[in-house]
């Protein structure tokens, strides 16, 4: 089906809501202007869910790398529905090289990943090992998704996300909100991570605001990280 690709384009221009189209480009700041269609989320997770399963899926999935941010958006809507886990993690795998902005990484979490944590480790950990600026960010979202509750949870994937040391503003902040997300969770485990100088300190200030923000962290947290961050400001 070689027109499969822009017959689907074709859907998304029809589709197309100008003044989202405006609204969007600024949230994306790494995409170009004309990459942005101007669709709405839900009309691209409709789609989706009319291609699903039919040779016009497979076919539009085969066509990567795309054009537009919307329909590297619809990738990731149609990779959510697979429900084979070897199916999604070898499409998630194909894909990650062409992820170009942090939208399009964080929308794209197949629900039966949740179903084979135990096998899905290994590649979360050499996603956030890869030197890809989004394919990091999606293995430290991964991590923060499926690994901090008490079943799935261990100390060494807070040295994992750790050890991460990047410039790039997507990956840092992916690690702050990770962090974060650890205090709510497994405070004990995760509070030296904050407490004590062990992240870049742009990671730790963030993810201290962060879990300031946060309504899943009990008053008394707060105030300890208030402290912690008055000590910031004087170099501690």
């Not at 929308?107 to 394919?135: K, M, N, Q």
């Not at 962060?210 to 910031?232: H, N, T, V, W, Y």
Request: proline fraction near 7%; charge should be positive; aromatic fraction near 12%.
């Amino acid at each position: 089906m070689p027109d499969a690709a822009a017959t689907v384009r074709a859907r998304l221009f029809a589709m197309q809501d100008k003044q989202y189209q405006t609204f969007q480009q600024k949230l994306l700041p790494t995409l170009p202007p004309g990459a942005v269609i101007g669709v709405r989320t839900p009309a691209l997770r409709r789609l989706a869910k009319e291609l699903a399963g039919g040779a016009k899926a497979e076919a539009f999935l085969a066509a990567a790398p795309h054009l537009y941010y919307e329909e590297n958006n619809l990738h990731a809507f149609l990779l959510e529905r697979l429900r084979d886990y070897g199916a999604a993690l070898d499409g998630v795998e194909a894909f990650l090289p062409y992820i170009d902005n942090w939208a399009t990484c964080d929308c794209c979490s197949p629900p039966v990943f949740a179903r084979h944590t135990g096998e899905l480790i290994a590649p979360v950990r050499r996603w956030i090992g890869s030197d890809r600026t989004y394919t990091v960010r999606y293995g430290l979202g991964m991590l923060m998704r499926y690994y901090l509750d008490d079943g799935t949870f261990s100390p060494a994937y807070l040295a994992w996300a750790g050890a991460v040391r990047s410039e790039e503003y997507y990956v840092r902040m992916m690690a702050a909100w990770f962090f974060a997300t650890a205090l709510a969770k497994q405070p004990e485990e995760t509070w030296p991570w904050l407490a004590e100088p062990r992240l870049e300190p742009w990671v730790r200030a963030k993810a201290v605001q962060k879990a300031l923000e946060s309504r899943r962290i009990p008053p008394q947290q707060k105030d300890a990280l208030r402290a912690l961050r008055a000590g910031f400001a004087k170099g501690l």
